[in-house]
């Protein structure tokens, strides 16, 4: 029996270094956003207790979402 197998397999060893590297950036990129947003839902206590305010978290957030738009 013969299975086929997905297009990535295909692909040139070439091009399977860049895709890694891109699928580790984007994990680093979600795991990013959501402890920010854990953050963002946290006591005021809490976030006192690490050294951080709501006003850190936003500022990270918008200086993060501007260099991502500027490349």
């Known amino acids: 029996m013969l299975v086929n197998l997905p297009m990535l ?3 040139p060893l070439v091009a399977v270094g860049p895709l890694v590297d891109w699928l ?3 994990a680093d990129q979600k795991a990013q956003l959501k402890a ?3 953050l963002s839902d946290a006591p005021d206590d809490m976030l006192s207790d690490i050294g951080i305010s709501r006003d ?3 500022t ?3 200086r993060r ?3 991502r ?3």
């Open 9 to 11: 397999v295909n692909l």
């Open 24 to 26: 580790d950036r984007r």
């Open 36 to 38: 920010m947003d854990e």
């Open 56 to 58: 850190d978290i936003t």
């Open 60 to 62: 990270y957030a918008f």
């Open 65 to 67: 979402s501007a260099s």
């Open 69 to 71: 738009r500027r490349g």
